[in-house]
């Protein structure tokens, strides 16, 4: 957005986009709130200058409003002259003031912010009973969530035409309250020269295969399974996951423990051959190599399915193994690290997330989908995907691998590893969210049919926008 910021005022006057912005704020808040008494706290910047603007439009309006000036060094021209058009009441920037006003417009600073608040800002916002903030709450980096000192969470957020990172990545979404997309009348030719490298998660950014009256269970696709000989309930949980969403065959390659995954599924093939004996199925083109499997498993089978160049999904014990090592990964399509297998593969994250998570998939040549309150989707060409539709009670074991199944299960379907990854980790959290709040891990088949047929509702809807 800070590129299209700058095209933006190539072509159209600032003070314009800054009138705009305040109308919208404005608007939002005539919208969401019964007439109060205001306090509009500005900022040096762009931020305040638009939140003079919305000031101005609240006042003519008839709400009572005031503005407190941020002594923060002094102001750029288009804050003055913001700043000189309001005239309403002007009140000092204390938290006292705060205090008495009713609802808070923080327009002290937006995005772009890398330092930490000073104390009077920050000790003046958390003296708001109620805050709606201007880009972003003032101390939040919009490019990557990061929180800068001590971040009051506003009630609502207005932002202007598009989202950033820093509004869909946790902990900074919770910050956000109810987020407000105004139009400002960016001039159409600049959203269409600044290519996107980030997107929401949702249908439309990916395509779920149709069925075909044609279709067989090889047309569906093959997924098929490293299993171990110690936790069987992690291959069984991913099969579930792959047979649920819609994969015409699933086969666990078991070798001499397969009496272990014999009981219960009957629509899972057992092969008790040895690995290698089972590469020479061309159909049997997709392979999970990870849940349930010791590190030493994982590394014996490992190098058996990269000599036979198959699409490998690694999970669990596999990037266990490759701890300290990433590189050993290289040749996997997709991989699906939790929080803590990613900083002993790729370091402790950064405050640049978003960023570490591209260089990972760089480094392996493979997509990251790093799971979390907010799963980031990675490929190795610089494209991201931020996915904040899911559920607080994924959060428990074996609902990992579930998802390895289904993103396996939309590659043996024909789709590519980053809309496999995408469409997966959105499907998995739409069967969360419809297994409502305490499921277990075994709980989310059931629910896998009916969010691929919400997903297929969406994409029908976002092909008429």
């Known amino acids: 957005m800070a590129q299209a910021d700058r095209l933006a005022q190539d072509l159209k006057p600032v003070s314009a986009l800054i009138d705009a912005a305040g109308r919208a704020v404005a608007r939002a808040v005539r919208r969401h709130f ?15 200058a638009d939140g003079y603007a919305a000031a101005r439009y609240l006042f003519n309006a008839g709400w009572p409003v005031a503005v407190a000036s941020c002594p923060d060094g002094g102001g750029r021209a288009e804050a003055s002259e913001s700043a000189r058009l309001f005239k309403g009441t002007r009140v000092p920037f ?75 990545l946790y902990r900074a979404r919770s910050l956000m309250g109810k987020l407000v997309l105004a139009d400002i009348g960016m001039p159409d030719v600049v959203p269409e020269q600044v290519v996107p490298r980030t997107w929401c998660n949702e249908p439309g950014l990916w395509q779920l295969p149709l069925p075909s009256p044609e279709d067989h269970k090889y047309s569906r696709g093959v997924v098929s399974i490293c299993a171990g000989h110690v936790m069987p309930g992690a291959a069984r949980l991913c099969a579930g996951g792959a047979r649920a969403v819609g994969a015409g065959l ?83 399509a997709v991989m699906t690290p939790h929080s803590g297998e990613f900083t002993r593969l790729f370091g402790a994250p950064e405050a640049d997330l978003p960023e570490q998570v591209r260089r990972a998939a760089r480094l392996t040549c493979a997509v990251v989908v790093l799971k979390g309150a907010s799963t980031l989707i990675a490929a190795p060409d610089g494209r991201l995907a931020i996915n904040n539709h899911a559920s607080p009670a994924l959060a428990t074991a074996g609902s990992g691998d579930t998802l390895s199944g289904v993103i396996a299960a939309l590659l043996a379907a024909g789709m590519s590893a980053w809309e496999a990854a995408c469409a997966g980790v959105w499907l998995h959290g739409e069967a969360g969210l419809e297994a409502g709040s305490w499921p277990l891990a075994e709980d989310l088949d059931r629910f896998l049919g009916s969010a691929r047929e919400k997903a297929a509702r969406l994409q029908m809807l976002s092909s008429f926008d």
């Open 34 to 48: 019964r007439p109060c008494r205001v306090l509009v706290v500005c900022g040096p910047g762009n931020n305040g």
């Open 94 to 168: 204390t938290p006292a003031e705060a205090e008495r006003a009713d609802l808070v417009i923080d327009a002290v600073f937006g995005a772009g912010l890398k330092r930490d608040l000073a104390n009077d800002v920050s000790d003046l916002l958390q003296a708001a009973r109620r805050i709606v903030a201007i880009d972003v709450p003032s101390g939040v980096d919009g490019a990557t969530g990061a929180l800068c000192g001590v971040v009051s969470p506003a009630e609502m957020t207005v932002t202007f035409v598009r989202f950033k990172p820093g509004h869909l």
């Open 250 to 332: 699933v086969r666990v390659a078991a070798g001499s423990g397969a009496s272990a995954y014999r009981m219960g599924m009957p629509g899972l093939v057992i092969d008790e051959e040895p690995l290698g004996d089972l590469m020479a199925d061309s159909r049997r083109r997709v392979w999970v190599c990870g849940p349930g499997l010791t590190e030493a498993e994982a590394l014996q089978a490992l190098p058996v399915l990269l000599r036979a160049k198959k699409t490998i999904l690694a999970d669990a014990g596999l990037l266990s193994a490759c701890a300290g090592d990433p590189e050993k990964l290289r040749g996997v």
